[in-house]
């Protein structure tokens, strides 16, 4: 089990053994995509979505 | 097995005490005795409940016919329960007032904003403020307390976090609250006929709404602090949204903000942190936690300015009346305090 640190609000993220790079995650507390980029070190970023308008 | 509190609701004909009513059948540990209404005094609660129907049998007694129970839910219009308090505190060994008339803890505070002077004033220290997030340690001992106005619980708990690690600026708050017609009460006005109200958006409150008095005692931690509030009404029936301009003190990043809000409700029950990028709801928002006990609290950053917007939803009749009421009943009898509230809301 490892550890890292969502990028966006900061929550603990608690990972798998079974990690592996290019893996998605989502953030328990933001709910951000999250892609694995690494495995040593464990390195987490924003996943790229496709961005909506929302009427903006 | 302990034997259920007996309860009694007083003022159970309009939109609270009629949530108070649903949820109080359905809960485990407690039994209605009585629930009182002037107006509909001999007809089933159901008349101005249907959707109680098969649910109970209940009629309504007069107030004056109120008999000694464990516990009185009181939901009469502002300045009535001050008046009635004698008696209720004869009837009851504990109450639950969710009138405005003992939410202040200051006696100038209160005729400042009501404009008379309290009748009582020396048992408003005895009421212990509503909303268990702050006072959950005082309900658990308290025989009165007074249930938080609707609009004051979604600010304050939207701000609470901020002011209690003081990195609010204490003079420059800005909230704004749209809120749904039942805020108003089952009466209805000229305002409210349907032809008048509906499609409004209706400023109703730019100043001076007396819910200010419960954020700025709740809120300064020792400090003067000015809330600069307005209440819209919109196209709504239940619901608050309350959406909060905070200048900060200092610059801080967006995860210091987090960190500060998950400081405060990592683990609490009722309040949970919205703040998505990508969901189809991004931040808090009434229609979702319509029937909840829940107040959803979310905030963006503008780095830039340093104002951080924070917005808060509520259902009004349930965590801004009825539910956080029921909170602090199963606080004060050692309930899971929960129980009762379990439901989880309506998605669409």
Redesign the interface.
């Known amino acids: 089990m490892s550890a890292a640190e969502c990028p966006?609000?900061?929550?603990e993220l608690t990972l798998g053994d079974d990690l592996v790079a290019g893996e998605l995650l989502e953030c328990a507390?933001?709910?951000?995509?999250l892609e694995v980029e690494s495995t040593e070190p464990v390195v987490v970023s924003e996943a790229p979505?496709e961005q909506?308008d929302w009427g903006e | 097995m302990n034997a259920p509190v007996t309860v009694s609701i007083v003022g159970a004909s309009g939109y609270a005490g009629g949530e108070l009513l649903r949820l109080l059948l359905a809960h485990p540990h407690a039994t209605i005795a009585q629930a009182t209404s002037e107006r509909l005094f001999g007809r089933s609660v159901t008349k101005a409940h249907p959707n109680l129907r098969k649910k109970t049998t209940l009629a309504f007694t007069r107030l004056g016919d109120l008999e000694p129970c464990d516990l009185l839910f009181t939901c009469l219009p502002h300045g009535d329960t001050m008046e009635h308090m004698p008696r209720f505190r004869d009837l009851a060994p504990r109450v639950i007032d969710l009138s405005a008339d003992f939410r202040l803890n200051d006696p100038a505070a209160y005729e400042r904003w009501y404009g008379r002077p309290h009748t009582h004033p020396e048992w408003l220290g005895e009421f212990v403020y509503g909303i268990p997030e702050l006072h959950r340690t005082e309900m658990k001992d308290a025989r009165y307390v007074s249930s938080a106005g609707c609009n004051a619980t979604a600010t304050i708990l939207g701000l609470y976090p901020l002011f209690r690690a003081g990195v609010a600026r204490p003079d420059a708050t800005v909230v704004e609250v749209k809120v749904g017609s039942s805020e108003g009460g089952n009466r209805s006005t000229d305002a409210s006929h349907h032809p008048e109200r509906a499609g409004c958006v209706r400023s109703f409150m730019p100043v001076r709404h007396r819910h200010a008095a419960e954020m700025i005692q709740e809120l300064g931690f020792g400090r003067e602090i000015e809330i600069h509030f307005s209440a819209t009404s919109i196209e709504m029936v239940r619901g608050v949204l309350a959406t909060a301009h905070v200048f900060l003190e200092k610059p801080l990043a967006?995860?210091d903000i987090?960190?500060i809000y998950?400081g405060a409700y990592g683990t609490e029950p009722f309040v949970r942190?919205v703040?998505?990028?990508?969901?189809l709801y991004r931040y808090p928002e009434p229609k979702l936690v319509a029937g909840t006990n829940h107040c959803d609290v979310g905030f963006e950053l503008d780095a830039d300015s340093g104002r951080l917007v924070v917005m808060s939803a509520i259902d009004n009749l349930m965590k801004g009346a009825a539910g956080q009421a029921l909170q602090a009943f199963n606080l004060m009898h050692g309930f899971d305090e929960t129980t009762g509230l379990e439901f989880a809301g309506l998605h669409p």
């Open positions: 966006i609000c900061g929550a507390d933001c709910g951000t995509e979505t909506e | 967006e995860k987090w960190k998950r942190i703040k998505e990028r990508d969901s």
